[in-house]
């Protein structure tokens, strides 16, 4: 493994998406993760299907990548002496039980810190160590929904297709995992400086509400409630999805500059120093007539007449792709974002992979997701060598 922590070993005992994410963010990056599953059915996604490549679900193959599998049943003694052996040779730990399980199987943070006592010990729960759900368990869905985020993402409820709707990929444990990898390397970080380790407590509620970001201060400082706007973007205008002759237009007007080269394109150079629209405050505040008026003009030609007009002019717009269209888009295809890794029964996988890229210390992709326990006897002998060492 090439990348820059390939000094780094992680014990995964996560599942399900949060966690594994994360995990997969570190082995990207070259780091040694240890993924440890249950006995005879490891990691619940490992079912979550269709689809399924031969046995393999598409929701594990997707966030398991470059990491060994061993198994291990942590209500047993067997079990719970293999996690602490693994955690005396590891620098980090994730985990993302409920609050307190793994402390009554001895392998809470006080109990690993023991073995390992500069130990960076992640974990990662619904809503935390403390509070009054901490108890409770969560999932991406329910989280979206209470967080705020399904209240500000969808059509309004007046127009076809309205409510309140969730993202369609796993936002919060997308963005929980990057959070959990962000603070494990600043806890490294903080332990070549100070030869600590830490305890991370990171909520999948406290992820949601903190990425609320405009929305959120959008209502501190206006106390406005932010409603469901559909495509429209709250703060800056024309930012929408307009209809063409032949398909549907992404605007993303970003500055006064930009707008005026986009009445340009559309022939109306005069709504550029019309006072109603002259500034993006203006066009904010007169959002409903400015749409009419351009989707009246875009309406009037085809998609790529109008990606022709506005990206001469340096106008950010696009299509509105599918996922196996933006796979064929060329930028995409050029910068290698999707790569096939052998595979010890299928051959090879398709894997999307990580966007980071180092001039200095280049990753590789060489591992696929594991078989469940492909490495316990790899692993589990590699201890046994080091401590005969």
């Known amino acids: 493994m090439t990348g820059p922590l390939t000094h780094v070993r992680v014990l995964d005992l996560s599942r399900i998406m949060a966690g594994p994410w994360a995990g997969q963010v570190l082995a990207d990056l070259g780091a040694d993760v240890i993924k440890v599953e249950r006995p005879g059915t490891g990691d619940d996604t ?6 399924f490549l031969d046995t393999e679900s598409g929701y594990f193959l997707s966030v398991n990548r470059g990491k060994r599998s061993v198994t291990a049943d942590l209500a047993t003694d067997e079990g719970q002496e293999l996690v602490r052996r693994l955690a ?7 985990e993302n039980f409920k609050a307190g399980t793994l402390d009554r199987y001895g392998l809470g943070y006080e109990d690993l810190r023991a073995v390992k006592p500069d130990l960076i010990y992640c974990s990662i729960t619904g ?4 509070g009054p759900r901490r108890d409770q368990a969560a999932y991406d869905f329910m989280i979206q929904a209470m967080g705020g985020l399904m209240s500000v993402t969808g059509e309004p409820d007046d127009r076809p297709g309205g409510g309140p709707q969730k993202v369609g990929i796993p936002v919060v444990d997308l963005f929980t995992g990057m959070y959990a990898a962000t603070g494990v390397l600043a806890a490294l970080a903080h332990r070549d400086r100070t030869g600590e380790g830490d305890h991370i407590d990171l909520a999948m509620l406290d992820v949601q509400v903190g ?14 409630v932010p409603v469901r706007r559909g495509n ?9 999805v307009y209809p063409c002759r032949d398909g549907h237009l992404v605007v993303a007007v970003g500055n006064d500059g930009q707008f005026v080269q986009f009445c340009e394109a559309l022939g109306k150079p005069e709504l550029a120093t019309d006072p109603d629209y002259a500034t993006n405050k203006a066009r904010v505040r007169n959002v409903e007539a400015l749409t009419a008026l351009i989707r009246e003009t875009l309406a009037g030609g085809d998609l790529e007449h109008w990606l022709h007009e506005l990206g001469s002019r340096s106008v ?6 599918t996922v196996p269209m933006a796979f064929a888009d060329e930028q995409v295809r050029h910068r290698g974002m999707v790569r096939k890794l052998p595979h010890p029964t299928l051959g090879s996988v398709p894997q999307v992979v990580s966007p980071l890229r180092f001039r200095n210390a280049a990753l590789d992709f060489v591992m ?4 469940l326990g492909q490495h316990s006897a790899e692993v589990t002998d590699g201890l046994t060598a080091r401590n005969r060492t």
């Open 316 to 321: 950010p717009c696009g299509p509105i792709n």
């Open 211 to 224: 990425i609320l970001a405009n929305q959120a201060m959008n209502h501190l400082i206006s106390g406005d």
């Open 88 to 94: 005396a040779t590891s620098d980090i730990v994730l």
């Open 46 to 51: 490992r079912s979550w299907g269709p689809p």
């Open 368 to 371: 696929a997701p594991p078989l």
């Open 232 to 240: 429209r973007h709250p703060n800056i205008q024309p930012q929408d």
């Open 127 to 130: 809503f935390g160590q403390t």
